[in-house]
């Protein structure tokens, strides 16, 4: 097991390294253009689909279920999904190719013709990878049921690497509809390497012989497993079109700039919140209510002196932020602008973006999946009333801020359902001010770029170290970190 999770754990650090390179890439090629644009939407428009058919089928469904089925049962189930992807994978394809300028009318209707044109054959080309993206994932799931987690280690890995060929080929060869064939060349290549690796390895099932019937209990068994999850993608991806919509709608250059400021948030996310999530998946499964709450109010306080400078830096330190990371080649100031605007209203939130995802994993360790998808679904709704109420009063910010809110609302609701609400807000409320001061004095630094970073930096962790030392209760949160022991917090900060 701890090698599976160092390999996962290398995986996705190589990928997000490679993620990271590919948009700073993008954003020296191409800024906030309408090629940049164009591979937004396409990405969108093929992937929401796709997702809002198998989001769960493979983690809750196939999977789960494989595991528990003799041989013979589980090839008859892993041959009936294939089967049933290869006809969707059918379906989107060429409802896609056939429909690519009505489907980029729906998801981004903000922009001009020309753009739309181009974003619909970037379409196109981006549909051709949805067989072997589906394919590739369920032979990923296939050799994960059996211990296996190479497939799965590098994905993000050969996508990236993929993609960042394919801008290399569209900039030297000033063909720029050569970045949307990135996708689909990595995940055929995928397709191909994964399964010719389990067949060497003996997993992909043979044909058994089975008694009449057995894929019919095996749907109904898949069906059980699934229903309580589908509002869930219907939401998710609901949101995520309506989060293009209202983008096209600001500017063109809005939709290139969302997902610019979403990868440093989510990257955040991503190192500061994730290894804690999935901890607690290992350490709060099995224990009854008051266990797994004495297990986890320890961790809160100490994630929140993390997370919440971190908001900060980004609030305040959005722009040198995105100066660093992207202001080279096309990007210029109107890009830094726009993506800085975003950025801020992620930061508003990235606290409970990343609180969220801690407390959202310990209701998945505690086997109650159905609140936490209730926490889920009610902040995405509140994201999406954000992003449609407010978008034309406060422009680009609102799209951060959509999500900010909507992180709040699924960190409420799942804190009140682990038992933690009142603990929780007490102690988000002692840092309140402490942010405040800091915010106020981090925003009198006059310079951008590196040095504002630094500068912004060191001036949030100083207020926060001051604060730490004056608190008694912030003085134990910090030396349970620094000791790496937890320690005993008492309900008050």
């Not at 064939?181 to 399964?195: E, I, P, R």
Request: with cysteine; hydrophobic share 55%.
């Amino acid at each position: 097991m701890r090698q599976a999770v160092r390999r996962l754990v290398l995986g996705g650090l190589v990928g997000k390294l490679l993620g990271l390179l590919r948009e700073v890439l993008l954003a020296a090629a191409y800024g906030t253009g309408a090629p940049v644009t164009a591979t937004r939407v396409a990405q969108t428009a093929t992937l929401s689909p796709v997702d809002l058919f198998t989001a769960d089928v493979l983690t809750a469904g196939f999977l789960p279920l494989h595991r528990g089925l003799d041989p013979a049962r589980a090839a008859v189930l892993f041959r009936g999904l294939r089967t049933a992807l290869w006809a969707l994978a059918a379906v989107l394809t060429v409802g896609l190719l056939a429909g690519a300028r009505p489907v980029v009318g729906l998801v981004a209707p903000g922009l001009d013709p020309s753009t739309a044109a181009s974003a619909a054959l970037f379409l196109q080309l981006t549909a051709l990878g949805i067989p072997s993206y589906l394919q590739f994932s369920l032979l990923s799931y296939l050799e994960m049921s059996h211990g296996g987690f190479t497939l799965s280690s590098v994905r993000a890995t050969v996508q990236n690497a993929g993609l960042i060929a394919s801008l290399a080929a569209a900039w030297l060869l000033h063909r720029p509809v050569l970045v949307a064939t990135g996708f689909a060349a990595a995940y055929l290549g995928l397709h191909a390497w994964g399964h010719v690796s389990l067949r060497r390895r003996g997993l992909l099932p043979p044909v058994f012989h089975v008694e009449p019937g057995v894929g019919r209990e095996l749907r109904h068994r898949l069906w059980v497993r699934l229903r309580p999850l589908l509002l869930l993608p219907v939401v998710l991806q609901s949101s995520v079109v309506l989060e293009r919509v209202v983008a096209s709608l600001l500017g063109e250059e809005v939709v290139a700039a969302v997902d610019y400021a979403r990868f440093v948030a989510t990257t955040g996310v991503n190192l500061l919140a994730v290894p804690l999530g999935l901890a607690g998946l290992a350490v709060l499964a099995g224990l009854d209510a008051s266990a797994a709450r004495a297990r986890l109010a320890p961790v809160l306080p100490g994630l929140l002196l993390v997370v919440v400078p971190a908001s900060v830096v980004l609030v305040v330190g959005a722009a040198p932020v995105v100066e660093v990371l992207y202001a080279r080649g096309a990007f210029d100031a109107r890009a830094v602008r726009t993506s800085a605007a975003v950025l801020a209203g992620f930061g508003v939130g990235f606290w409970a973006q990343s609180t969220a995802y801690v407390l959202v994993k310990a209701l998945n360790a505690a086997g109650r999946n159905a609140v936490a998808a209730l926490a889920l679904v009610a902040g995405l709704l509140v994201t999406v009333a954000v992003n449609v109420g407010l978008h034309g009063v406060l422009g680009p910010v609102t799209l951060g801020l959509a999500t900010s809110a909507g992180s709040v609302v699924t960190t409420v609701v799942a804190a009140r359902a682990l038992g933690v609400g009142g603990f929780l807000l007490r102690w988000t409320a002692s840092c309140l001010p402490v942010a405040v001061v800091a915010g106020c004095a981090a925003h009198v630094v006059p310079w951008g770029g590196l040095p504002g970073c630094a500068a912004i930096g060191a001036v949030v962790l100083a207020v926060f170290a001051g604060a730490c030392a004056l608190v008694p209760g912030w003085r134990r949160v910090v030396r349970g970190l620094v000791s790496g022991r937890e320690q005993l917090v008492g309900e008050r900060a």
